[in-house]
């Protein structure tokens, strides 16, 4: 697929993502269903993201690989449920999945049930920043 900056299947594909998070959230999404369909719909995402926000797309990777290993460890085990440190595990790769995607894709503003816009990722350095030719470099 050729990637799309901003595509009505790219807005799909977040928004299938943010009703993913809120299922887990709410209790209706158990945890092995919710990693695979993070990762099924970050696959999709990623073809259709362009190249400049791979970190976002590697961070929000990052966070289901989090979550992945923590529903891997419990089936391992034979364990119904998550002890308190794989519950905080998995509620900050939660958190930094939904504050990412936020980045990424920020919801449909003319949505009138979308959750407030965040800050979308800058496209220039931000105050204190310069760059030289194409690598950023951080002016203290």
Do not use: C, K
Request: without cysteine.
């Amino acid at each position: 697929m050729t990637p799309l900056t901003h595509s009505p299947l790219r807005r799909f594909v977040a928004d299938g993502l943010r009703d993913t998070i809120d299922s887990y959230a709410t209790g209706e999404l158990p945890l092995h269903r919710f990693a695979w369909e993070l990762d099924t719909r970050l696959r999709t995402l990623a073809e259709l993201t362009a190249l400049p926000e791979w970190r976002a797309l590697a961070t929000l990777h990052a966070a289901q690989h989090t979550i992945a290993a923590v529903d891997t460890d419990l089936r391992a085990n034979a364990r119904a449920d998550l002890t308190t440190a794989e519950e905080h595990t998995v509620a900050s790769a939660v958190s930094t999945l939904r504050s990412t995607l936020a980045r990424l894709d920020p919801p449909d503003p003319s949505d009138p049930a979308a959750p407030a816009l965040q800050e979308p990722i800058a496209t220039s350095p931000p105050a204190g920043q310069g760059t030289a030719g194409r690598h950023r470099i951080l002016v203290a």
